[in-house]
């Protein structure tokens, strides 16, 4: 966890970051553990889950951080993370946003009271007014698969673990994800429920690609990262299963875009043991305070060693010696074949014109905002 700060009387406003689930800098590995939220606080009628929020909250209190009314009332001490993690997924930098009595070496304190899967890796300050989660850009995915996930359906493969994915079927893996980029209406992409044409479906994906095959242990893996604005629950999960219905000839290629349309499809969650979350991108902050005289831009520079340690030992190979024991794949990609396709119905011209200016709008208020500040 990386935690930004501002000075407060006695207190400091941070932010919070966490391997694999959290960044006050707070990186975890979420196999674990459920939802992010602290859940027995906000929820008590429920039975008491073993949440990330839940276990630093408990650490934050016993090494004098926080107060116990701010451990019953987190909105007393500014609470805020940047992403939400599903159950079973990890975060190699989150952020947090809150207030926090700040002692001597209050990291090396804290972490004395968290298990090895959640590590809070730096504090720094912030203003104020900072907010994890509405101030973040972007936010970047990664989602490990193996190799043999991308076989047709009608393929037989004798050995997952010995399979090589060839050069032209990657080329054209990476030419099918990268149709994600843009902005689209993801309803059928994701879990929550709401109502049909709502514009809260529209998201916009600024970058998505595979990378290059690799080995572990002989098995062949490659890693699909995706890089967008904000991301609704179990949306990347639904993609990925998208992606391998469409890589796997479960239905044609011109059918891809048929996931963006206003009529209902069903489709298939991919598991969550191999998604992650890598990165929580703050351009607009880091613009707007580059230079100031009192607070510096959110960077995680001189936390990447212990970033980048945690993410390859703490999750990374974690999800492959997982999937390498288990091949958790094998079980699902069965459930693929239940997809049938159907009609095709697009976005009305209107509805995407409607997404596109509250995108529009959003982005000129911020730099509206941005030039009143350096006007000021």
């Given at each position: 966890l990386t935690l930004f700060a501002k000075w407060d009387q006695s207190l400091f406003r941070q932010t919070v970051a966490i391997p694999s689930d959290i960044q006050c800098d707070v990186l975890y590995r979420g196999v674990q553990f459920c939802f992010v939220k602290h859940f027995a606080v906000l929820v008590p009628y429920q039975p008491v889950l073993a949440t990330v929020e839940g276990v630093i909250f408990d650490a934050l209190l016993k090494s004098g951080a926080i107060t116990y009314e701010n451990y019953t009332e987190p909105w007393t001490m500014g609470w805020e993370r940047a992403s939400r993690t599903d159950k079973g997924v990890s975060a190699a930098c989150q952020i947090l946003s809150c207030r926090l009595y700040m002692k001597e070496s209050l990291e090396c304190r804290i972490n004395t009271y968290l298990p090895p899967d959640i590590r809070i890796q730096g504090i720094i300050p912030t203003v104020p007014s900072f907010e994890a989660y509405a101030w973040a850009t972007f936010r970047s995915y990664s989602y490990i698969l193996p190799t043999y996930v991308f076989t047709y359906c009608d393929e037989s493969v004798i050995d997952p673990r010995g399979y090589r994915i060839s050069q032209s079927r990657f080329h054209r893996l990476q030419r099918i994800v990268n149709n994600y980029v843009g902005i689209n209406y993801y309803k059928n992409l994701q879990s929550d429920r709401q109502r049909k044409g709502d514009a809260t479906f529209y998201r916009m994906m600024n970058r998505c690609f595979a990378s290059s095959p690799y080995l572990y242990?002989?098995?062949?893996?490659?890693?699909?990262?995706?890089?967008?604005?904000?991301?609704?629950?179990?949306?990347?999960?639904?993609?990925?299963?998208?992606?391998?219905?469409?890589?796997?000839?479960?239905?044609?290629?011109?059918?891809?875009?048929?996931?963006?349309?206003?009529?209902?499809?069903?489709?298939?969650?991919?598991?969550?043991?191999?998604?992650?979350?890598?990165?929580?991108?703050?351009?607009?902050?880091?613009?707007?305070?580059?230079?100031?005289?009192?607070?510096?831009?959110?960077?995680?520079?001189?936390?990447?060693?212990g970033i980048e340690h945690f993410r390859q030992h703490g999750i990374i190979e974690k999800i492959l010696e997982d999937e390498f024991k288990h091949l958790h794949f094998i079980q699902f990609l069965p459930r693929l074949l239940e997809f049938s396709p159907i009609a095709h119905v697009n976005p009305t011209p209107t509805q995407l014109f409607q997404a596109r200016r509250k995108l529009y709008y959003k982005n000129f208020k911020e730099s509206s905002n941005e030039a009143v500040l350096i006007a000021n």
């Open positions: 242990k002989g098995q062949e893996f490659l890693t699909i990262t995706i890089r967008g604005q904000a991301f609704m629950l179990n949306q990347i999960r639904k993609m990925i299963s998208w992606l391998l219905i469409i890589v796997r000839a479960i239905a044609p290629e011109s059918y891809f875009n048929q996931a963006f349309s206003l009529k209902k499809i069903s489709i298939p969650t991919a598991p969550p043991n191999g998604l992650y979350l890598e990165r929580i991108y703050y351009e607009g902050y880091n613009k707007l305070y580059y230079n100031h005289e009192i607070y510096s831009k959110l960077d995680t520079s001189g936390f990447e060693s």
